[in-house]
């Protein structure tokens, strides 16, 4: 076990860096989500010939500690529908759990096609939609609330245990569109499944032996600072700010998903 915490293979400049982004994505996540764009990206860059699968699931260890500080403080603030939040909680479990369990089976190739012309008309229609997100639109029956929000829990559920990043940015777009939610609320209701959905991801990763301990300990702790900072941002600061970062995440998804479609 004390081995799996020597950092003494890495370099001195590789810890930094990995911390740093760590801290950047914990910030980013806390307030709407996709801090998996930076720090997944990291950890492939600074291990190139490690298998994904491991990290995978390094980055769901360092994300999960990050997310459940992030949850905690919109849950000081924010009152959830239980009901809602369970049942959306539920299905995102059971589908992030079998998108883990398939993710050697299949080719993350083909969805990214996909994924990149979702992300273009998403940062369309939230730019010159003006309105989206800034207050409670809809008044949504409790009825079609279940229904809509489990078939949310289900989609981004999967994607996340099957890729993940971005996995926030889509919940809190899915509650906003769907739910009617503002995106101070969106984001709080992301926040908690987030946990879940890393939470099932990880039973398998870690059941696989899928995970480097150490970089996760150390991207964990820096998570938790960014996280921690970000959500107090997002409550102080309100609905305009999450907005603002929810479309630079989304340009930087596209810019992401473009570069691997069409130059990698």
């Known amino acids: 076990m004390l081995e799996q915490f020597s950092f003494t293979e890495y370099t001195f400049i590789s810890l930094v860096i990995l911390a740093v982004l760590a801290f950047v994505a914990g910030f980013i996540d806390a ?3 996709g801090g998996g764009l930076i720090q997944l990206p990291a950890l492939l860059i600074q291990f190139p010939q490690t298998n994904l699968p ?3 699931g390094t980055n769901k260890i360092a994300a999960l500690s990050g997310t459940i500080i992030a949850a905690f403080q919109y849950a000081k603030k924010v009152k959830f529908n239980l009901a809602l939040l369970l049942i959306i909680s539920l299905f995102a479990y059971l589908a992030s759990g079998a998108g883990a369990k398939i ?13 990149l012309v979702i992300l273009i008309v998403i940062a369309i229609y939230t730019i010159f939609k003006k309105d989206l997100g800034s207050i409670q639109l809809k008044q949504i029956s ?3 609330q279940m229904i809509y ?6 989609v981004v559920g999967f994607y ?3 890729f993940g990043p971005g996995t926030g940015s889509f919940l809190v777009l899915g509650f906003v569109l769907f739910l009617g939610m503002d995106f101070m609320h969106a984001s709080a209701y992301a926040k908690i499944v987030n946990c879940i959905t890393n939470l099932s991801a990880l039973v398998v990763f870690i059941n696989q032996g899928n995970y480097l301990l150490n970089i996760a300990v150390l991207m964990g702790v820096s ?3 960014g996280s921690y900072l970000g959500s107090h941002m997002a409550i102080k600061k309100g ?5 603002n970062i929810f479309i630079f995440i989304v340009m930087l998804m596209i810019i992401r998903y473009a570069y691997d479609v069409f130059i990698k």
């Open 223 to 225: 998570n938790i600072l």
């Open 160 to 162: 996340d245990g099957f």
């Open 142 to 144: 409790p009825k079609k």
């Open 31 to 33: 307030v709407v989500g």
């Open 239 to 243: 609905n305009a700010f999450i907005r």
């Open 103 to 115: 993710v050697s089976l299949l080719d993350v190739k083909m969805l990214k096609p996909i994924i």
């Open 149 to 154: 929000g489990s078939l949310i829990g289900i």
């Open 54 to 56: 491991t990290l995978f």
